[in-house]
């Protein structure tokens, strides 16, 4: 399968503008060429004010179609990416909070990544309770679509979140990061769902792009553990990274805490030597019944010679057999 240096998805997901040298996960695409997604575009306004500064996006990306919004705004060269998304039927003009859509049985999705690699900061709220895998969150995400023009194909609106994640392994203590006055003002979109080929997997191997030549996606049923999804980028010369994902697991960020038998974990074989996880997260920013997209970072380890490598900057949008 081909690698797609820009990409957008189709959400219950966010998108992802995937980082290579400069530009990282998926956002907005003013147009194709030849089907394959062109590599963004500095038309438009994406903007969004945090600690203290205002994020300015240089590379933006967008589709909106009947399946879901998704709109990418990156900064080069930083690498920082902001990334939001809708569902159907929440795709149209409105105003939008994680309570209003979850009582309708969907999800949206708002994320900032780091420039270094590290897990995002994602709105987080799961039910229509108000219950978050954070305690002692408070969630603020809004997403107000204001202009949806079909006939130049442009998309404005704002948006704010507060971003949060785990600060630590332990799962108890938290960090979080305030986002307000975001807007994106007619950022050009296409309709394009992309086809069958359209699998996008990125990575950072100890700070190098790993370039992988194939993608190999699976749904795995083993004996005595969960169903899981296999995701997997490939060299020709054998080596690779791979991610597992609970299959049951929905968005949001997901702790690896082990190597077998996990909801999430990592590893990669490299010059005929495995590496398993150690430490990490994936975050799955959108899922449907056909296609799941994220985000992952690891620190994976030879429990042999406990030699350790650095999995950074991934990004994952695949079909799900």
């Not at 205002?54 to 399946?67: E, G, K, L, R, W």
Request: hydrophobic share 35%.
């Amino acid at each position: 399968m081909r690698k797609i240096q820009f990409f957008i998805l189709p959400f219950i997901i966010i998108v992802t503008f995937c980082l290579n040298s400069c530009g990282e996960i998926e956002p907005l695409d003013p147009a194709l060429l030849d089907t394959i997604p062109n590599p963004g575009t500095t038309t438009g306004v994406f903007k969004v004010d945090f600690d203290g500064k205002t994020f300015v996006a240089n590379t933006v990306q967008a589709i909106v179609n009947d399946s879901y919004i998704a709109i990418s705004g990156l900064k080069t060269p930083s690498g920082e990416l902001v990334q939001i998304g809708l569902p159907a039927p929440f795709n149209k003009v409105g105003t939008y909070t994680w309570k209003s859509i979850s009582v309708a049985g969907g999800m949206m999705g708002i994320a900032y990544m780091p420039s270094n690699g590290t897990e995002p900061f994602s709105a987080d709220e799961k039910d229509s309770g108000g219950a978050s895998d954070f305690p002692g969150y408070t969630d603020t995400a809004s997403i107000t679509i204001s202009k949806i023009d079909v006939i130049n194909k442009k998309i404005s609106g704002t948006f704010q979140f507060t971003g949060v994640k785990f600060k630590d392994l332990t799962g108890t203590s938290i960090e979080t990061k305030v986002f307000t006055n975001g807007s994106f003002t007619d950022i050009p979109f296409t309709d394009d769902n992309f086809g069958l080929d359209a699998d996008t997997f990125y990575a950072k191997l100890d700070g190098t792009e790993f370039v992988e030549n194939n993608i190999d996606v699976a749904a795995v049923v083993p004996f005595g553990v969960n169903p899981y999804y296999s995701i997997v980028g490939k060299k020709t010369n054998g080596d690779s990274i791979s991610i597992s994902i609970a299959q049951s697991l929905s968005v949001g960020t997901h702790q690896i805490t082990g190597i077998f038998g996990e909801p999430v974990t990592s590893s990669c074989h490299i010059s005929n030597i495995l590496y398993n996880a150690n430490s990490g997260s994936i975050t799955i920013t959108s899922k449907t019944a056909t296609q799941i997209t994220g985000t992952f970072n690891a620190v994976v380890k030879n429990f042999t010679t406990g030699n350790t490598k650095t999995i950074s900057s991934g990004a994952f949008s695949v079909e799900l057999p």
